[in-house]
Structure formats: C-alpha cells, structure tokens
T-cell receptor, first 117, second 118 residues
Framework: AQKVTQAQTEISVVEKEDVTLDCVYE???????LFWYKQPPSGELVFLIR??????QNEISGRYSWNFQKSTSSFNFTITASQVVDSAVYFC??????????????FGQGTTLQVKP | DGGITQSPKYLFRKEGQNVTLSCEQN?????MYWYRQDPGQGLRLIYY???????QKGDIAEGYSVSREKKESFPLTVTSAQKNPTAFYLC?????????????????FGAGSRLTVL
C-alpha cells in the first residue's frame, strides 16, 4: 500500500525562525515522484516542488529547501527565516511514475503552519 | 490567464438532494481530477479523467458521478447516496498523456467548492 504521513498536525513559529515540515512515505514502487503543495487560506493548492525518486540531491529555492532521503523514505521541507505569508497548510504527496495514472496522488494529512509576527 | 474555475464557491444542500459542482479549465490539459478534502485527512481522489468521454473511479467514488463531454469541463454530481457529503471539493487538471512519458504530472488546482448539507 502507498501512504504518506505528515506527523506534525500544526506548527506555530515566530517570524524569522526556521521551520521544518516532516514527510514520510511508504511505497513498493521502485520509481515514483514526491511533491509538496501549499494551501493558503484562499483554498487553492499551489505547487512547490516535484522530485523524482532517482534524484536524491537536495534542492534549494530561495528560502525553501527540501531534503530527500530514500534510505529513510523521507522528503522534508524547510523554510528558512519564515514570514507571515508562509502561513498555510502544506501537503506532501506521492505519485506514480509512468504515463498511465499520472495524476493520482496520495496526499498526506497536511501540516498547518502558523507564522506569528 | 489560464487556470481552473470552480463554481459555486459555497453551496448548501438539503438531505436527499443531488448537487452538481462545476469545474472548467482553459489550460488545454487532457487530464482532470476531483479531490475531496476533510479536516485532518488530506485530499482523497474521487474521480479522474485522462481523456474526453472517459473517466475512472478514484478511492472514494461511491455516491458521486461525473461526466467528461468536453475537454474543458469536468462536472461532479454529489448524489443523495453520498452519506457524508459535507466537505471541501477541489478540482484539478494536468497535462496528461500529451506530456509523454514524464511521470507523475504536476496538478493545477481550482479554488475549491465548499458543500454543506443542512
């Protein structure tokens, strides 16, 4: 069975603090994709990153960075110097590889991040 | 600007009534999806369609129906058979098969429709 677990339900930090959102996944597939999406209060999910299971290099995009460790089946997301605008629900998701079911994602439960001024 | 439009944003339904949620996209995407979001449960797939006139059940299709008569449109009907319909419904699309063998597609989401059963 495929599963994504985001153990942190809610996190509250003060602006400028660094924060890491954890994501652990389970799959028997040898190849797969991992995603992070952000859901601001408006409700619309916004794509942040897609990572192929073959690529274990960490990635940095501005204040955002992602740490993919296949050995521990984790794909953690860190926000450096958090800002109030980062307040949102963040979802980690697992997706199959291949041209078949390419949009059927398995989502985690989500982590609500509150950044206080 | 290209995107996905969902309507209505808020909908109230009496028990026993069917309701239809609209989803329209102008991204020229082949594939479209309906997800349901409940507090603390993440998103769960209801139905998806990879091409016009074809669709498949997702993980929680019971009590729902869809149609895909046009590439741009993928309406979802919540029937009276759905026992717990109060939820936030999200429509999404992806490039689909036209993207080639590129693995799991990036989803573009609409702003959602919140359905409340009275």
């Amino acid at each position: 069975a495929q599963k994504v677990t985001q153990a942190q339900t809610e996190i509250s930090v003060v602006e400028k603090e660094d924060v890491t959102l954890d994501c652990v996944y389970e799959t028997r597939d040898t190849t797969y994709y991992l995603f992070w999406y952000k859901q601001p209060p408006s409700g619309e999910l916004v794509f942040l990153i897609r990572r192929n299971s073959f690529d274990e290099q960490n990635e940095i995009s501005g204040r955002y960075s992602w740490n993919f460790q296949k050995s521990t089946s984790s794909f953690n997301f860190t926000i450096t110097a958090s800002q109030v605008v980062d307040s949102a629900v963040y979802f980690c998701a697992l997706g199959p590889q291949g041209s078949g079911n390419t949009g059927k994602l398995i989502f985690g439960q989500g982590t609500t991040l509150q950044v206080k001024p | 600007d290209g995107g996905i439009t969902q309507s209505p944003k808020y909908l109230f339904r009496k028990e026993g009534q069917n309701v239809t949620l609209s989803c329209e996209q102008n991204l020229n995407h082949d594939a479209m999806y309906w997800y349901r979001q409940d507090p603390g449960q993440g998103l769960r797939l209801i139905y998806y369609s990879q091409i016009v006139n074809d669709f498949q059940k997702g993980d929680i299709a019971e009590g729902y129906s869809v149609s895909r008569e046009k590439k741009e449109s993928f309406p979802l009907t919540v029937t009276s058979a759905q026992k717990n319909p109060t939820a936030f419904y999200l429509c999404a699309s992806s490039i689909g098969r036209q993207g080639g063998y590129s693995g799991a597609n990036v989803l573009t989401f609409g702003a959602g429709s919140r359905l409340t059963v009275l």
